[in-house]
C-alpha cells in the first residue's frame, strides 16, 4: 500500500486495475522526467491522504454549523481549521474554503459584484491574463463586458498609465489584477488607487502566486485588494481547488456567491486537504521553500538566457519566466514538442505582441514550483537550462534519448515521492 495512491491502492488493483495502472504510471512519469509547468505542484503524502478519504462521501451544502444536512458536524471541524488557518497566514479578514477550482471562485466574485452586461477591466490573456478575465470563451466574456489592459511594448510590464486610461474611460464595477503569465510583481497599491479613484471592486486572481505569499517571500495582495482569489494546487503545493479571502464587509455577499449562487454541496475531502496544506504553508520550511522557487526560478531564467532565450521583462520576480524564442528560431509549439521528447515537460506560450497564433506561440512558460520541492538547487537549473537548450534546437529528433538520459541521472539526484517515502 503506498500513501501516494490514497489508503486502499491495494484494493483499487484488485477492483480496476485499468485506473490502478494509470496512477502508477503517472508516478513513474513524475518521477521519470522534469515538471516546469509554472501552475503545477508535487504535493504532500499528508495532503494526498486528506484527498483519497472518506470525507469524499459527506454532502455538506452550507457553512460550517449552518449546513443544510445531517451529520456535518465533524466535517465541520475541517473546514473551520481551514478558513481559521487562512485567516491566520494571508491576514485576512474572511475565508472561503469552497470554491471547487480557480475559475469556480472568480465565478463567484462576479456573481457577488456585477450583474449580467455590467463591466470589468482585466489584464489581456495574450498579455499574461487568463480565460475568466474576460475572454469571449469564458462565461466573464459571454455575459460580461470585459474591457483589457496589457503590458507597455518597453518594458512588456503591466502598462499603470493604461490601466488608468481605460479606467476613467469606462468606470468597469470591478477591476483584476493578476494573471498565468506574469513573470513580475505586480503593484497593488497602484490598483488600489485606480480602483478608489472610480469606486470600483478590487479584485486580485493570485492563483499563480498565492503560495509565495503564504512563504512571505513576495508582497501580499490581501491588505489592498477587496477580495483576493486564487487555486490551491500552483506554488501553494495543496489539493487541486479555489479559495478566497477577503475584507469582513464582502464577506456574506461572497458566501452567497460560492453557494448557492454558483456551486452546490462543498468537496469536503478537497476542503479538508487545502486545511493541511495552509497548515504546511505557515511552516519555517515552507517559507524557505518559497525563497528558493524563486533563487531558482532566477537561476533557470539566467541559464536560458545564456542558451539565447530572451526572457519577457528582462527577468523574473517569481515562481515563472516567460522566454521568446525567436531569436534561436523556434516556435513556442516546437519547443514544447522537443522538450516532450527529452522528459522535459514544460508548455508553449504566448508572448506579448506575439506575432504567432496561440496554437504555435513564440514563447515558452517554465516554472520551479515541482523541481524545487524535489529539492534542486540554482546548479540543477544550471544543469536544466543546458538541457532545455539542448532540447530546443533538436530539430530531428536525434538528441532526444540522450538528453532524456541525462534528465533522468538529474531527477535521480532529487526525485519526486522518493522511493524511501512511497513504494
Ligand atoms: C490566474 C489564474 N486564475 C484562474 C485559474 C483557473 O484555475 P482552475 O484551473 O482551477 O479553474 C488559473 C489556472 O491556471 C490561473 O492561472
Partial sequence: MSQFY?????????????????????????????????????????VLAALGSTLSNKYAEGYPGKRYY?????????????????????????????PHSGASANLAVYGAFLAPGEKVLAMSLPHGGHLTHGTKVSFSGKWFDAVHYGV???????????????????????????????????DFAAFREICDEIGAIFMVDAAHFIGLVAGGAIPSPVPYADVVTFTTHKVLRGPRGGMLVC?????????????????????????AAKAVALKE????????????????????????????????TGGT????????????????????????????????????????????????????????????????????????????????GTAAAGIAADVSTLVARAPAYPRSTAH
Avoid: W
Fill in 6 to 46: 490514497g489508503p486502499d491502492f491495494d484494493e483499487l488493483q484488485a477492483v480496476d486495475p485499468e485506473i490502478a495502472a494509470v496512477l502508477t504510471d503517472e508516478v513513474a512519469r513524475l518521477r521519470g522526467g522534469l515538471q516546469l509547468i509554472a501552475s503545477e505542484n508535487l504535493t504532500s503524502p499528508a
Fill in 70 to 98: 445531517g451529520g456535518c458536524e465533524v466535517v465541520d471541524r475541517a473546514e473551520t481549521l481551514g478558513i481559521e488557518r487562512a485567516k491566520a497566514l494571508f491576514g485576512a479578514d474572511h475565508a472561503n474554503l469552497q
Fill in 152 to 186: 507597455a511594448k518597453a518594458t512588456e510590464d503591466i502598462d499603470y498609465d493604461q490601466v488608468r486610461d481605460l479606467a476613467r474611460e469606462h468606470r468597469p464595477k470591478l477591476v483584476i489584477a493578476g494573471g498565468s503569465a506574469i513573470p513580475r510583481l505586480i
Fill in 247 to 271: 475584507k469582513a464587509e464582502h464577506a456574506a455577499k461572497l458566501d452567497k456567491a460560492v453557494f448557492p449562487m454558483m456551486q452546490g454541496g462543498p468537496l469536503m475531502h478537497a476542503v
Fill in 281 to 312: 504553508a505557515a511552516t519555517p520550511e515552507f517559507q524557505a521553500y518559497t525563497r528558493q522557487v524563486i533563487t531558482n526560478s532566477i537561476a533557470l531564467t539566467d541559464g536560458l538566457a545564456a542558451e539565447g532565450m530572451r526572457p519577457i
Fill in 317 to 396: 520576480d517569481t515562481h515563472l519566466a516567460l522566454l521568446d524564442l525567436q531569436g534561436i528560431g523556434v516556435t513556442g509549439a516546437e519547443a514544447e514538442a522537443r522538450c516532450a521528447a527529452a522528459s522535459i515537460v514544460l508548455n508553449k506560450n504566448a508572448i506579448p505582441y506575439d506575432p504567432q497564433p496561440p496554437s504555435v506561440a513564440s514563447g515558452i512558460r517554465v516554472g520551479t514550483p515541482s523541481v524545487t520541492t524535489q529539492g534542486m538547487d540554482e546548479a540543477a537549473m544550471k544543469e536544466i537550462a543546458g538541457l532545455i537548450g539542448r532540447a530546443v534546437r533538436d530539430t530531428d
